[in-house]
Structure formats: C-alpha cells, structure tokens
Nanobody, 124 residues
C-alpha cells in the first residue's frame, strides 16, 4: 500500500495562487500514476490532473488546463499541484491519489490509495 499526505491548502482571493504537495511513502513503485482530485460540498469527486512517475506525462481536466500544473520530484517521492488564477469554483477539498496500475487515469476507480485531503478555499 501507498501512504499519501497532502499539504499546502489554504484560503486565497480569486486570482491568487496556491501550491499543493503530496508526500508519498510505502510501495510507491506499485503504480506509475499519481493524481489530484477535488470534491466540493454536495458534489462528486472530480478529476483534476495526473502525472506518471516514469516519464512525467501529464493529463489535465479541461476546467483547470492552462491554470494548474502538476509536477513530481521522484527523489523526494512528492507530487505537486501549482494552482494559478484561482476561481471561487476551485473551492474544494483536494485529494492526492496513487493509481492502482501504471496508466494515467481520470476516474476515481483507477486509483487505489488516497490521502486525507487538504482544503482549498477561494474567496470572490
């Protein structure tokens, strides 16, 4: 199993930026994919971005493309999510996830390990 711990959430004004981090430990070699999801109150958990440990391939949801950047530090086993030009609709709990396999995925079912989440609040 993989243990994941998110950090970096907070409250920012619209147009501001935040950088989230996800520290991974345990059997990180079991999956090549790492992803970020978010869930707002009363909403389903939705895909934000994903990255592969091996080649750094990235995949973004249309709603964040051009504003968010996912990256990874293989030495530190850490994945980051740089969020710029934040909007109130970005407000949610953001979760880090490790894929169950080796392909990039955008569905919750494709990820087997999850962090506890970090709150991101964007004021209008």
């Amino acid at each position: 199993q993989v243990q994941l711990v998110e950090s970096g959430g907070g409250l920012v004004q619209a147009g501001g930026s935040l950088r989230l981090a996800c520290a991974a430990s345990g059997r990180t070699f079991s999956s090549d994919a790492m992803g970020w999801f978010r869930q707002a109150p009363g909403k389903e958990r939705e895909f934000v971005a994903a990255i592969s440990w091996s080649r750094g391939r990235t995949y973004y949801a249309d709603s964040v493309k051009g504003r968010f950047t996912i990256s990874r530090d293989n030495v530190k086993n850490t994945v980051f999510l740089q969020m710029n030009s934040l909007k109130p609709e970005d407000t949610a709990v953001y979760y880090c996830a490790a894929g169950a396999g080796y392909g990039l995925g955008s569905s919750v079912a494709e990820y087997g390990s999850w962090g506890q989440g970090t709150q991101v609040t964007v004021s209008s």
